[in-house]
T-cell receptor, first 116, second 113 residues
Framework: GAVVSQHPSWVICKSGTSVKIECRSL??????MFWYRQFPKQSLMLMAT?????????EQGVEKDKFLINHASLTLSTLTVTSAHPEDSSFYIC????????????FGPGTRLLVL | KQEVTQIPAALSVPEGENLVLNCSFT??????LQWFRQDPGKGLTSLLL?????REQTSGRLNASLDKSSGRSTLYIAASQPGDSATYLC????????????FGEGTQLTVNP
C-alpha cells in the first residue's frame, strides 16, 4: 500500500529554536498534504492544508508565521515550527492525498516534538 | 460545525470477546466515514471506509455500520485479540473528496490475554 514517511520521528530542542519536519509520499504523488497536531489523550486537530505550488490554508487559531509550511513538490511537504516553546510540544502527523485516487488519504507515522 | 463523539473513551475486555465501539456525528451531511487504528506513539492506519450511500463495510473480523440519518456509526470487532489493543478513531468527511476529515477523540481499547 501507499506509504507516507516523516522525518525525524522524534526531536528534542531548546526553547526559541526552529524545528523542521519533513513529510514524504514514497510511492505516489500528493497534490494535497495535511498537517495535524495531537496532544496526549486527544484526537487529531487539523492545523493546515498544503497544496503543491501554492500557499497553505491554515485553520482558525493556527499562526501561519509560527508554523511555516512548504509544499514544493508532489512528494514533499515540510512543517517548520519557528521559535518553538514548550507549549508547542506535541505529536505532529502529516497526511497525503493520493492524486490518482482522490478519496484515499494516507497518514505518516508522526513526529514527537519536545521543547525544553 | 461538525462534531464527532466516540463512546466509550476507554474499554477493557478479555480476549475472545466481541465488542462494539460507537461514533456519533452532529451533521449528517457527510461524504464518507472512516475508522482508523492508532498504536501508541504511531500514526494512523485506515481500517474501513464507508461511503455515505453505504450501510456497512467488512474487513476480516471488523464490521463498520453507518446510519447517516441518525448520525451514528459502529465498529464491531469479533473475537477480540490482544493485538487489537490500540486507540480507534472515527472520522467523517463532509463535502466531497477534497474536504477535511473531522476526528473523534477515540476509544482506547485494551484486550487482556
Amino acid at each position: 500500500g501507499a506509504v507516507v514517511s516523516q522525518h525525524p520521528s522524534w526531536v528534542i530542542c531548546k526553547s526559541g529554536t526552529s524545528v523542521k519536519i519533513e513529510c514524504r509520499s514514497l510511492d505516489f504523488q500528493a497534490t494535497t498534504m495535511f498537517w495535524y497536531r495531537q496532544f496526549p489523550k486527544q484526537s487529531l486537530m487539523l492545523m493546515a492544508t498544503s497544496n503543491e505550488g501554492s500557499k497553505a490554508t491554515y485553520e482558525q487559531g493556527v499562526e501561519k508565521d509560527k508554523f511555516l509550511i512548504n509544499h514544493a513538490s508532489l512528494t514533499l511537504s515540510t512543517l517548520t515550527v519557528t521559535s518553538a516553546h514548550p507549549e508547542d510540544s506535541s505529536f505532529y502527523i502529516c497526511s497525503a492525498r493520493d492524486s490518482g485516487v482522490k478519496e484515499t488519504q494516507y497518514f505518516g507515522p508522526g513526529t514527537r516534538l519536545l521543547v525544553l | 460545525k461538525q462534531e464527532v463523539t466516540q463512546i466509550p473513551a476507554a474499554l477493557s475486555v478479555p480476549e475472545g470477546e466481541n465488542l462494539v465501539l460507537n461514533c456519533s456525528f452532529t451533521d449528517s451531511a457527510i461524504y464518507n466515514l472512516q475508522w482508523f487504528r492508532q498504536d501508541p506513539g504511531k500514526g494512523l492506519t485506515s481500517l474501513l471506509l464507508i461511503q455515505s450511500s453505504q450501510r456497512e463495510q467488512t474487513s476480516g473480523r471488523l464490521n463498520a455500520s453507518l446510519d447517516k440519518s441518525s448520525g451514528r456509526s459502529t465498529l464491531y470487532i469479533a473475537a477480540s485479540q490482544p493485538g487489537d489493543s490500540a486507540t480507534y478513531l472515527c472520522a467523517v468527511r463532509r463535502g466531497g473528496s477534497g474536504s477535511r476529515l473531522t476526528f473523534g477523540e477515540g476509544t482506547q481499547l485494551t484486550v487482556n490475554p
